[in-house]
């Protein structure tokens, strides 16, 4: 009998409601893609693009050639846009598949053609454009004045329209701080990518799936809609910052994370506990150790900085993580035994540990603690609609 130490529950029918949700507030003419890079953000990539797919999702998006294998394992046919850089002597793969891949500029579009122009059939492609992330993509000069720079760019894109074996079907890019209260930034990038495709279309361009929104994007920035948005972190809900306008769009929460108390001690004042020592209780106490830890996505900065729920209270951790052992205090927590359930995110009782908490403890984001899961941790689904 499987028993898995820790897992995480993942709740479908939230995603499905997240999802609806953010069509309910993205243009009526604009195409929906479900961002289930990075195993859907520890999710788990394959159950969460099914149910996206059957919630309203039009495309899928991704980071690397591998994510993309197991979705078609997997016999989602969906469309995939990779967003990751891709090896030229891939080509084959990237048709055998049906990807849409992402060039950077014309270095790569040329590379890529001079594989692709081999096969039977061309490469569909994105061309990323770079207008204000300093990432990766074709940078635009923030001076929408200087007509030479962007007469440049614009020569670039028709020489990779003409290019052999590339079908340019799409341009996108992605905003740097879409998410913060302060506008200007995203106004601005969003008045260059628009700018832009009114250049082209001057040209006789015309690209059929032109697309800038994320999550942020989505919620705060409706002009930014444009033949598609890209939600990511949406619609596992949880919002991009606290600087978003939660008023405008519900999200709930998909994953719960769980484990299990295994042992617990009475312990003297003055007992020392875990690696370096590093906490001396200041009492007489209980401690229960609870098997998660760093291997799990768990992470170190959580020594000693932050809390479980055991029995609908809180638990301090104690102590340092370790790769397969966390300790809580739970002398002020009557009758703890082993086999309890302890929630690392999520709620117990009226007690909610939810993402965003973990996140500010460690000074990081949501996005880092849902998708830090390794592999290990067991994930578990519920879905009301697959029955």
Same mark, same amino acid.
Request: charged share 25%; proline share 3%; glycine share 10%.
């Given at each position: 009998?499987?028993?898995?130490?820790?897992?995480?529950?993942?709740?479908?029918?939230?995603?499905?409601?997240?999802?609806?949700?953010?069509?309910?507030?993205?243009?009526?003419?604009?195409?929906?893609?479900?961002?289930?890079?990075?195993?859907?953000?520890?999710?788990?990539?394959?159950?969460?693009?099914?149910?996206?797919?059957?919630?309203?999702? #039009?495309?899928?998006?991704?980071?690397?050639?591998?994510?993309?294998?197991? @979705?078609? &394992?997997? $016999? /989602? !046919?969906?469309?995939?846009?990779?967003?990751?850089?891709?090896?030229?002597?891939?080509?084959?793969?990237?048709?055998?598949?049906?990807?849409?891949?992402?060039?950077?500029?014309?270095?790569?579009?040329?590379?890529?053609?001079?594989?692709?122009?081999?096969?039977?059939?061309?490469?569909?492609?994105?061309?990323?454009?770079?207008?204000?992330?300093?990432?990766?993509?074709?940078?635009?000069?923030?001076?929408?004045?200087?007509?030479?720079?962007?007469?440049?760019?614009?020569?670039?894109?028709?020489?990779?329209?003409?290019?052999?074996?590339?079908?340019?079907?799409?341009?996108?890019?992605?905003?740097?701080?879409?998410?913060?209260?302060?506008?200007?930034?995203? #106004?601005?990038?969003?008045?260059?990518?628009?700018?832009?495709?009114?250049? @082209?279309? &001057?040209? $006789? /361009? !015309?690209?059929?799936?032109?697309?800038?929104?994320?999550?942020?994007?989505?919620?705060?920035?409706?002009?930014?809609?444009?033949?598609?948005?890209?939600?990511?972190?949406?619609?596992?809900?949880?919002?991009?910052?606290?600087?978003?306008?939660?008023?405008?769009?519900?999200?709930?929460?998909?994953?719960?994370?769980?484990?299990?108390?295994?042992?617990?001690?009475?312990?003297?004042?003055?007992?020392?506990?875990?690696?370096?020592?590093?906490?001396?209780?200041?009492?007489?106490?209980?401690?229960?150790?609870?098997?998660?830890?760093?291997?799990?996505?768990?992470?170190?900065?959580?020594?000693?900085?932050?809390?479980?729920?055991?029995?609908?209270?809180?638990?301090?951790?104690?102590?340092?993580?370790?790769?397969?052992?966390?300790?809580?205090?739970?002398?002020?927590?009557?009758?703890?035994?082993?086999?309890?359930?302890?929630?690392?995110?999520?709620?117990?009782?009226?007690?909610?540990?939810?993402?965003?908490?973990?996140?500010?403890?460690?000074?990081?984001?949501?996005?880092?603690?849902?998708?830090?899961?390794?592999?290990?941790?067991?994930?578990?689904?519920?879905?009301?609609?697959?029955?």
């Amino acid at each position: 009998m499987e028993y898995p130490l820790v897992r995480a529950c993942i709740d479908l029918d939230a995603i499905q409601k997240n999802i609806q949700n953010l069509k309910q507030i993205t243009d009526k003419k604009s195409k929906f893609m479900a961002v289930v890079k990075a195993d859907g953000y520890g999710h788990g990539a394959v159950k969460v693009a099914q149910k996206a797919l059957q919630s309203g999702a #039009d495309w899928l998006g991704i980071a690397r050639l591998n994510e993309a294998v197991e @979705l078609r &394992k997997a $016999g /989602i !046919e969906a469309l995939l846009l990779v967003f990751g850089y891709i090896h030229p002597a891939q080509a084959g793969m990237i048709n055998d598949m049906n990807l849409v891949t992402t060039v950077y500029g014309l270095k790569m579009a040329k590379a890529l053609s001079s594989k692709a122009k081999l096969l039977n059939k061309p490469i569909k492609v994105h061309l990323k454009i770079d207008t204000g992330m300093g990432r990766v993509g074709m940078v635009i000069e923030k001076n929408l004045s200087d007509k030479t720079a962007r007469k440049q760019v614009l020569k670039k894109i028709e020489e990779i329209v003409k290019l052999p074996g590339i079908d340019l079907k799409g341009l996108y890019t992605h905003f740097a701080a879409a998410d913060c209260k302060d506008r200007r930034y995203t #106004d601005l990038q969003i008045e260059l990518f628009a700018s832009l495709l009114e250049d @082209l279309k &001057k040209k $006789g /361009i !015309e690209l059929s799936t032109c697309h800038a929104a994320n999550s942020a994007g989505i919620i705060e920035f409706p002009g930014s809609h444009f033949d598609m948005v890209r939600a990511g972190i949406s619609i596992y809900g949880l919002y991009p910052s606290g600087e978003v306008d939660q008023s405008k769009v519900k999200l709930t929460p998909a994953m719960t994370l769980k484990s299990i108390v295994t042992a617990v001690r009475e312990v003297p004042k003055g007992f020392c506990v875990s690696y370096g020592m590093t906490h001396k209780t200041r009492k007489k106490t209980k401690l229960a150790s609870v098997p998660v830890g760093y291997a799990d996505g768990f992470s170190r900065g959580f020594s000693s900085n932050g809390t479980l729920l055991v029995k609908g209270h809180r638990a301090p951790v104690v102590g340092r993580i370790c790769m397969d052992q966390t300790m809580i205090d739970v002398g002020d927590i009557p009758d703890v035994t082993p086999g309890d359930e302890v929630v690392l995110i999520g709620s117990q009782g009226d007690e909610i540990l939810g993402a965003d908490e973990l996140a500010n403890r460690i000074n990081t984001i949501n996005y880092e603690i849902v998708s830090a899961l390794t592999p290990r941790v067991k994930r578990i689904y519920s879905d009301s609609g697959s029955g």
